[in-house]
């Protein structure tokens, strides 16, 4: 009876402590800094959700101006309608005008704000100087510096590149990506509110057009 007993508890005892050795093995693994591939890896991921981002902003800027040509060849058609102009009361005609100019000037504002969003922007001179100890980045993986090689150095370069090098490049460029990312958000902010404020005037002379042409 008594060796019946001790089995069982010798398996509880052994599988508890395959349990305590494989829950350490976790634990030091989530605490442990990444190896340098495995940091690799994480940077490239993070420069392509932020290439993603980018072209993701390029494109609604470019929505955007699809937006603001449709309201803009709106009001030109109503515009082309001569005999709407100038059938115009006298006291309404300086405040359609007006409204034309601001439209005009607005439109050529947020024009600039999606040109701004999506200008190209460069890379070069915005790494800051390495740590001490860590080798200075040889411009190896953007294309701004590759540039600057001659195709026998930029292999040279190559072939002297260390991984913590290359991981410090990676970041560079992962930082640089989202100061992009931040300027090209500001400009399509900016851009998206202007379009907001061009359909409210657009709207408004559409409007008033249509009444003249209901009422003529």
């Not at 460069?122 to 294309?143: C, I, K, M």
């Amino acid at each position: 009876m008594t060796h019946l007993t001790a089995e069982p508890l010798h398996h509880a005892d052994k599988a508890a402590r395959r349990h305590q050795k494989h829950a350490a093995k976790l634990r030091e693994d989530a605490e442990r800094q990444p190896r340098s591939l495995e940091r690799w890896r994480i940077l490239m991921d993070v420069v392509d959700e932020g290439r993603r981002v980018v072209d993701m902003a390029d494109h609604k800027a470019r929505y955007a101006l699809v937006v603001m040509g449709a309201l803009n060849a709106a009001v030109f058609v109503i515009l082309s309608r001569a005999h709407l102009v100038s059938g115009l009361p006298n006291w309404l005609k300086p405040w359609l005008i007006g409204g034309l100019v601001v439209y005009g000037g607005l439109s050529c504002l947020f024009v600039y704000h999606a040109i701004d969003c999506l200008r190209p922007r460069w890379l070069q001179d915005s790494a800051p100087p390495a740590p001490v100890g860590r080798p200075e980045p040889g411009g190896l993986l953007y294309w701004e510096s590759i540039g600057k090689y001659d195709l026998a150095a930029y292999r040279r370069a190559w072939n002297n590149a260390r991984m913590d090098q290359l991981n410090g490049e990676v970041v560079i460029i992962s930082h640089h990506l989202s100061l992009l990312i931040e300027r090209k958000y500001r400009a399509l902010a900016r851009l998206y509110r202007g379009l907001a404020i061009l359909v409210v005037l657009a709207a408004l002379q559409l409007l008033v057009y249509a009444g003249l042409a209901l009422a003529a």
